[in-house]
């Protein structure tokens, strides 16, 4: 006799409404589920079901039980647009031998706006009363609360000897990129309001990815892959440095990056990667010809948009698992990368760079690279890493001023 539980037969209906103003006053405080860019995006309410999944084939194991989920669920959807209908939100753990779960969260109400639509979608299980999913009302946020982060199992020092080790590495020609982070950790006071962290970074990073799921939150800028009807897109990101003193020297900053052979190079591992990754499932794959700049509040960052059309039905999930790790997280080539991260970092990355975004019934979805993150546990306990690209001309002491920028956004939310 099989000891799999049997799968949970959803009834799910979305309902166009009038208007829905801010999303995050209407969620959770202590588990808020969200995902938005500029104001528009999906909210979670409360847990229909949660699927986990740990192992190398943590992302493989979560497509296959979706799509049963799907199968099972009754599913009304008179909209039929990204983010409506049945949806799940997901993290994934960055490692295959991560202590950190995986998730699937399907919420019991999703509060929905894009385009100028606004929807809500209740999810029951069967058995339940559908009645018992209510509507929630904005809550004023908790009160203000104010933390340090601070170097956690790296110190700056450790940091910038790793990096020295990894340089040595790619001179010794054992590999031509990796990946290095550090970590910072804190602790919430009790009962903290994520909402407060969630609203600075939804208003600070407004062009990046601001998402919540299962205590794993942030603001990320990195698109790992979009399927929407059909298309599939990407935005590659490798390659950093500092925003300006004034404009014009804001201007001269992005003109050396675009221009730099180190950043170009570190850039190209990282393109060649996902186009590598995306080709066997797509056809008219095209990328930016030339990396551009991206600004951002706290640096610049070199881009590069991938866009292509699907050839083999594979859903969001089945894109996440064939992409994951790219080269502007692990490094080149990959098996190298991870041994040497494996080998250089003292610390489980949990979530951190792993997969972050939400699935729908038809498999589309919107997933970033779960970068700019921390991990909230239930204790208050907080852990945020970031990361840099190590390539043969990196200098150990500007790769760790990077990491001190990009860990910016998440200290200045919490701090
Ligand atoms: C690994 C991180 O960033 C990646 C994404 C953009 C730029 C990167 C870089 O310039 O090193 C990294 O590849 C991080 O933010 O922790």
């Known amino acids: 006799m099989s000891d799999t539980p049997p799968v949970p037969r959803l009834h799910v209906e979305t309902t166009r409404v009038d208007d829905l103003k801010l999303l995050i006053p209407l969620i959770d405080p202590r588990h808020p589920l969200i995902w938005m860019r500029k104001g528009q995006g999906i909210a979670g309410i409360g847990e229909a079901l949660r699927l986990e999944f740990s192992g190398p084939d943590r992302m493989l194991d979560a497509c296959a039980a979706w799509k049963e989920v799907v199968d099972a669920a009754t599913v009304t959807d008179p909209i039929s647009a990204p983010g409506t209908g049945l949806v ?25 706006k894009r385009d100028g ?29 104010r933390i340090s982060l601070l170097p956690g199992a790296v110190s700056a020092e450790g940091f910038r000897a790793s990096v020295d080790a990894a340089i040595a590495r790619i001179a010794d020609q054992q590999l031509s990129k990796v990946v290095l982070a ?79 052979t180190k950043d170009l190079d570190e850039h190209g591992y990282a393109v060649t990667s996902v186009m590598a990754a995306l080709t066997p499932h797509s056809r008219n794959l095209t990328v930016s010809e030339i990396p551009f700049t ?43 990368a991870l041994a040497l991260i494996h080998e250089l970092e003292p610390f489980d990355r949990g979530r951190y760079a792993g997969p972050v975004g939400w699935v729908g019934a038809d498999g589309d979805g919107e997933w970033a690279v779960a970068l700019r993150s921390a991990q909230v546990d239930e204790s208050g306990d907080i852990t945020a890493f970031a990361g840099c690209g190590i390539v043969t001309d990196s200098d150990p002491e500007h790769e760790y001023l990077e990491t001190k920028m990009k860990f910016r956004p998440i200290v200045e939310a919490f701090g």
């Open 182 to 260: 550090r970590d910072l950790t804190g602790h919430l006071p009790a009962g903290s309001d994520l909402r407060r962290p969630l609203t600075d970074l939804a208003l600070g990073y407004p062009d990046c990815w601001t998402y919540a799921v299962d205590g794993f939150v942030g603001s990320s800028p990195e698109t790992l892959v979009r399927v929407d009807h059909g298309t599939v897109s990407a935005r590659v990101l490798a390659g950093t440095t500092s925003r300006g003193t004034d404009a014009e020297a804001d201007q001269e900053k992005a003109v050396a990056l675009a221009t730099s």
């Open 88 to 112: 799940a939100f997901g993290t994934f753990a960055f490692a295959d031998d991560s202590a950190a779960s995986s998730v699937l969260i399907v919420p019991r109400l999703v509060l929905g």
């Open 294 to 336: 991206l600004k951002l509040p706290n640096l610049w960052h070199l881009a590069s948009d991938i866009e292509g059309t699907l050839s083999d039905g594979s859903t969001s999930l089945d894109l996440i698992a064939a992409l994951h790790p790219t080269a502007a997280v692990a490094g080149t080539p990959t098996s190298s």
């Open 117 to 145: 639509r606004f929807w809500i979608t209740r999810t029951s299980v069967e058995g339940e009363d559908p009645a018992s999913v209510v509507t929630p009302t904005a809550r004023p946020l908790g009160p203000e609360y």
